[in-house]
């Protein structure tokens, strides 16, 4: 077996004929020698990592199909492993990854603040690229969206509709070193006057998705001159559909209910759906939803839901490119690679109703 | 750095001094000594691979949780690689698996029939795992569903409401040697009597899921002595959603158009669905739909969807614990498992409605 080690991975001492016995065998076995021989040339392995924060999220799954189809064009081989949000569990996937010699690894940081095993990867020349969120405190690529303003985009088109009463729904733990995706916004924190919830500024630089795009939410009512009824844009505890819906319920029950709502992404969309359902409400009559992703569901509910469309394939394309170019050498400065957005205006928004308003 | 590898792997000649300054250095990044030295010391790397047939499936999403779940508990990471149903594809992933030294795969075949690349697997003693889907001479555990059973209870649901023009949406390309898992059944193959599409009889033991599924459409109406209308049991061209709206669309157009549904899967059922929107029809008052798979979106469509719900998750987190019992020495004969399904019967279905009757 050692024998067979040395021969395969070309290190050590092995006579020729023994060699040759060797491969012969690999081919048998389905191996290919050239794949082995030209890993060996190049050093390297010819096979990337990928850490996905939590591989249910369709998100992630989309992604990787991205990630997939780029390397494959390159001959490379991808690993998914998942963190289920977990920075233990992140951890883990990236040490199980070096130790299979993976020749980089792209990730969706699940830590934030310090991330030293992060940093370590970097130190080491394994290239790291960061994909949805990023680390500032990590110098690799990242590529992301523009979080805050596509936030903005999606209130701005209730606001301009005309409602005033928008309920955010987004588990947006805002603290000032719990944030992770750069935002470049010199506007004032608009969170300011919400007392309960999203209140906290966040690190103009480094913040999760759903704080940046409950930024973008209050930056939206800033621009509008709609004040923020804090009881509308208190933190979804837990980030599960079933909390989502809870939140909802409880903003319905209100005696001043929100006209629309803001879910800042695809599970807290779900949970929406399911708490005005449950409360029998029609869209866009009694109420509006703009959501983010446009995930399969979001076209066959009734009426289809407005929806934030993230790139999420083409990310995945872009971060499997600049991870291929760092592997083939590319040493000029990290860089943020920030894909556009789109809102797609379907039937479930519309002005404030009769019933709503 | 043949030198570290030494150390880290346990082969060849280190000096101790040097082992020892590795080894630190291994720490300061990441690495943790003691997994290196347990999985040198019980020739393992404590790591399997899976690899799913579609990543955007959430079948494969789901299943990938319980198989990391279990696989956590007992130390081992998990490495998805994606086949994209092309058998090439799978070949390269079982390739690059066993070069990463995985202790085990778990994989849902995409190729049909001959099988070496995973016969040799099996011969070369890696633990091998099916799931969803099984290949009969390939010596290895399976984790299925019983697929005919499932369907023939979706559409004897159909059936008992008083439906008697059931629409099949299934790709199901159903030929003696393009079919996967294993079905222990007697029965004639209804199909004779349907002269375009599902016609001919699959092997009994290896079928693929959407085929056998066919098969229980057809074993449904032949045990309730209500003939099948090959109009409305033609194969589905491509595995797609746009394919099966097409399908759907062109039966809603014919002069008897059907009462009734049952798609094969989630992919076949939103194609489905699409198609029914389109086409302005309501369920159940217009057209009853049964579909496979309990996913988010059946309960939020209006109204919700009655499903077969698969126990995708328990067949991910079964498949990795035969894996590691296998891992673990396990030597008994392999054995297939099949997971109970249930009906969920929500709105979508009810008797044939006046405007359908």
């Given at each position: 077996?050692a024998?067979a ?7 050590g ?21 050239n794949?082995?021989?030209r ?29 997939s ?43 934030v ?30 590529i ?14 209730l606001l ?13 733990p ?6 992770r ?12 006057s ?12 480094v ?26 844009a208190r933190?979804v505890?837990?980030y599960?559909?079933?909390a ?21 992404d ?8 399911v ?25 066959i ?36 690679v ?20």
């Amino acid at each position: 077996m050692a024998t067979a080690a040395r021969a395969l991975g070309g290190y050590g001492y092995v006579s020729p004929a023994t060699r040759e016995q060797v491969l012969a065998a690999a081919v048998r076995l389905g191996y290919q020698p050239n794949d082995v021989a030209r890993s060996m040339r190049a050093k390297t392995t010819r096979t990337i990592g990928f850490v996905g924060a939590d591989i249910v999220n369709p998100f992630f799954a989309n992604a990787m199909r991205g990630v997939s189809d780029v390397a494959r064009q390159h001959g490379f081989d991808v690993f998914l492993t998942n963190s289920d949000e977990r920075l233990d569990l992140e951890q883990q996937a990236v040490r199980a990854l070096l130790v299979k010699q993976v020749d980089g690894i792209i990730l969706a940081p699940t830590g934030v603040g310090d991330a030293p095993h992060l940093r370590s990867v970097v130190e080491s020349g394994t290239p790291l690229v960061f994909i949805d969120r990023a680390l500032a405190d990590v110098p690799a690529d990242s590529i992301c969206i523009d979080n805050v303003a596509a936030a903005e985009t999606a209130v701005g088109h209730l606001l301009a509709l005309g409602h005033r009463r928008i309920a955010l729904v987004a588990e947006s733990p805002v603290t000032g070193d719990d944030a992770r995706c750069p935002v470049t916004d010199d506007d004032e924190w608009a969170a300011r006057s919400v007392p309960d919830g999203v209140s906290e500024r966040p690190d103009d630089r480094v913040i999760v998705p759903s704080a940046a795009r409950a930024h973008g939410y209050l930056r939206a009512h800033r621009a509008a001159g709609v004040p923020v009824d804090s009881r509308l844009a208190r933190r979804v505890p837990r980030y599960s559909q079933e909390a989502a819906r809870d939140e909802v319920r409880r903003m319905l029950a209100l005696p001043d209910p929100p006209t629309a709502l803001f879910a800042s992404d695809n599970i807290m969309g779900l949970g929406t759906v399911v708490a005005l359902r449950e409360a029998g409400l029609t869209m866009p009559d009694d109420i509006s939803l703009v959501t983010f992703d446009d995930l399969d569901w979001t076209a066959i509910t009734t009426p289809p839901i407005t929806v934030i469309r993230q790139p999420v394939y083409d990310m995945g394309a872009e971060a499997a490119r600049r991870l291929l170019a760092r592997v083939n050498g590319d040493t000029s400065p990290p860089a943020r690679v920030e894909l556009p957005v789109r809102l797609l205006v379907r039937g479930s928004t519309a002005r404030p109703g009769p019933r709503s308003s």
